[in-house]
């Protein structure tokens, strides 16, 4: 992972709380906190794709897309990610789980994402 943004209404990667559970990584992780068009206007100057963590019936599994150079929008677990960002999304993933399974919280899908991100 070479960057993170946070678009929106997120945690405070600083706070004492978000920085004791991530046990400092945020002192070693670029982080850039902007607003959705700067964020997309960034990684489109990349040349990357922007994947969006949704559960439609169109959405991809991770194990069929190729996670190198892309990024990957992941919503709060109350709202998701909004149209204007789901528009603003190349392809839609989704997490592959067992029938009776609706989802996970978003922290529990960034982290099984990034997973399958350094396997590739």
Same mark, same amino acid.
């Given at each position: ?23 400092? %990584?945020? !002192?070693?992780?670029?982080?850039? /906190? +902007? #607003? ?10 990349? =040349? ?5 963590? %949704?559960? !439609?019936?169109?959405?991809?599994? /991770? +194990? #069929? ?10 919503? =709060? ?27 996970? =919280? ?15």
């Amino acid at each position: 992972i070479d960057l993170v943004f946070l678009v929106g209404a997120c945690a405070d990667p600083y706070s004492m709380k978000a920085v004791r559970s991530g046990m400092g %990584a945020c !002192f070693k992780q670029r982080i850039i /906190i +902007s #607003d959705r068009d700067f964020a997309v206007s960034e990684l489109r100057s990349r =040349n990357m794709p922007i994947y969006a963590a %949704a559960l !439609f019936d169109d959405s991809v599994s /991770i +194990s #069929d897309i190729l996670l190198k150079n892309c990024a990957v929008a992941i919503g =709060n677990e109350g709202a998701g990610l909004s149209d204007e960002m789901l528009a603003a999304c190349d392809t839609k993933i989704i997490i592959p789980m067992k029938e009776g399974n609706e989802s996970l =919280n978003a922290s529990a899908a960034a982290a099984i994402i990034m997973w399958e991100m350094s396997k590739q």
